[in-house]
């Protein structure tokens, strides 16, 4: 089976303004397991989230290439934010926190997700295309992130196979989620699979770039991550 | 090859503010209600001058003053026309005024879950004459409307102080408090200043200080 998987983080004008860093996070990395991903959003009201929000990157990439999805979601989270712990130092909790979403797909189709969080997770599975993120309850930016401790109740966590081609996983930050159409949610994700479908990975994350550059939404601000892993 | 575009949103995320407007009888004297609807005229012109806004700030106003008013639906600062002015009479329908702010907090058609946390700004001279007990109770313990950021000015003497604390639930912001005209002025024209820095910072969620200390050079004119 051919993976298929990209992504791009561009920083919000209003970090631009403010001559801020990018508070979000993205890694995507590929080996003879298959692919994974990680999309952190650093909390904004912490004085160095865009460290918390690498370090979550680098924590989900540690820990799910020594789990090969082996370890039920539970201790994978746990696993996660143990590591986290250990990679934002010397900086405390509450300077870093982070939001954390990240998906692994192997190359027999096996895929997992978890989400601590805002952000949105879509997939598609079997050709049906499933939102994994439940709606937003509150307002705007008031988010679950890592901390000091744990909070196994706060993630969310799915399985599932990609069998088809076109079946894949996107996660994205807030800074997208929020402005994207309720309703074209399916054809967001048909675009950005067609994309990964016609492109190279290099051509897929300057398209990207440049899609999540030129927002639609009048007076956007905040930084903008996507990541997308999908069977050819 | 399509684009993204198509997907975004075509509107700028809310920020709402509500007002919740004490216009019983109480408020004619010493020209209290003048000062109020001055304060809230500088504080929509100057938020639909503002023009490095993150966000689309919505001004909406609950008059209660004998009956309970929708003086203004949440409307886009920029978009509001000239308002009729706020007039004083009667008791002070409190409870009832929180009901209905409280149905448009869990109105997600009303304010989206995109928006940014809301603002509610409480102003009493007086003291509530209806049971506001349990529409404050429900506002400050429903999903939604609890997460809303709460500020309040007690004006003039009669108000009352222990129901007006326990309205606020901002730490930043401790109960203001308007001797005279001028004061109301300051607390519009701060929490003006508060809401623009906000919705100009990479954060909009963020609730910032409000600080009084103004420069103005306002008459003080006592109540």
């Given amino acids: 089976m051919v993976l298929k998987a990209f992504g791009a983080s561009v920083i919000g004008p209003a970090h631009l303004l403010s001559h801020a860093s990018n508070q979000d996070a993205l890694s995507v990395r590929g080996r003879k397991w298959g692919w994974i991903t990680a999309v952190c959003d650093g909390v904004g009201s912490c004085v160095h989230s865009d460290i918390g929000a690498r370090a979550a990157s680098k924590a989900v990439q540690h820990t799910l290439r020594e789990n090969r999805m082996l370890m039920p979601h539970e201790a994978t989270n746990a696993d996660i934010h143990a590591k986290w712990l250990q990679h934002i130092k010397p900086y405390a909790v509450h300077e ?55 909070a196994p109740e706060q993630w969310l966590n799915a399985r599932f196979t990609l069998q088809k081609p076109g079946d894949g996983v996107i996660l994205m930050t807030d800074g997208i989620s929020d ?34 550059g030129d927002w639609a939404t009048p007076k956007h601000g905040d930084d903008k991550t996507l990541a997308a892993i999908f069977r050819g | 090859m399509s684009g993204l575009k198509q997907f975004a949103m075509a509107e700028a995320r809310p920020l709402p503010i509500i007002v919740l407007a004490d216009t019983s009888g109480s408020m004619e004297g010493a020209d209290k209600i003048g000062a109020l609807n001055a304060a809230l005229k500088e504080m929509i012109d100057s938020l639909a001058k503002e023009s490095r806004l993150r966000a689309d700030i919505h001004v909406g106003i609950v008059s209660f003053g004998g009956t309970v008013t929708q003086h203004l ?12 002015e706020l007039k004083a009479h009667g008791a002070t329908p409190m409870g009832e005024a929180f009901t209905l702010v409280h149905g448009w907090l869990e109105d997600k058609n009303l304010i989206p879950s995109r928006a940014y946390r809301p603002v509610i700004i409480l102003l009493s001279d007086g003291q509530p004459t209806d049971a506001w007990e349990e529409p404050f109770k429900q506002l400050c313990a429903s999903d939604r409307a609890q997460k809303a950021t709460r500020l309040a000015m007690a004006i003039g003497a009669d108000a009352d102080e222990v129901m007006l604390k326990q309205f606020i639930n901002d730490k930043e912001a401790p109960l203001f408090y308007a001797h005279n005209a001028h004061d109301i002025h300051r607390f519009f024209r701060a929490v003006t200043m508060s809401v623009s820095a906000r919705s100009t910072s990479p954060n909009p969620n963020q609730a910032l200080p409000i600080a009084l200390s103004i420069p103005t050079d306002d008459l003080d004119l006592d109540f």
């Avoid at chain 1, 993120?133 to 679950?144: E, F, K, L, S, V």
């Avoid at chain 1, 994700?189 to 999540?212: M, N, P």
């Fill in chain 1, 96 to 150: 870093v926190a982070t939001t954390c979403l990240y998906g692994q797909v192997l190359p027999s189709g096996e895929a997992i997700v978890g989400q601590l969080g805002d952000g949105l997770i879509l997939y598609r599975e079997n050709g049906v295309f499933h939102q994994f993120t439940p709606n937003r309850m509150g307002y705007g930016n008031q988010t679950a992130a890592l901390w000091k401790q744990h």
């Fill in chain 1, 179 to 212: 402005d994207l159409i309720a309703d074209a949610l399916p054809a967001f994700f048909e675009v950005i699979y067609q994309t990964a479908l016609r492109c190279s990975r290099r051509q897929a994350k300057r398209w990207l770039q440049k899609e999540l």
């Fill in chain 2, 73 to 84: 639906p949440l409307t886009s600062a920029q978009i509001i026309p000239a308002l009729p």
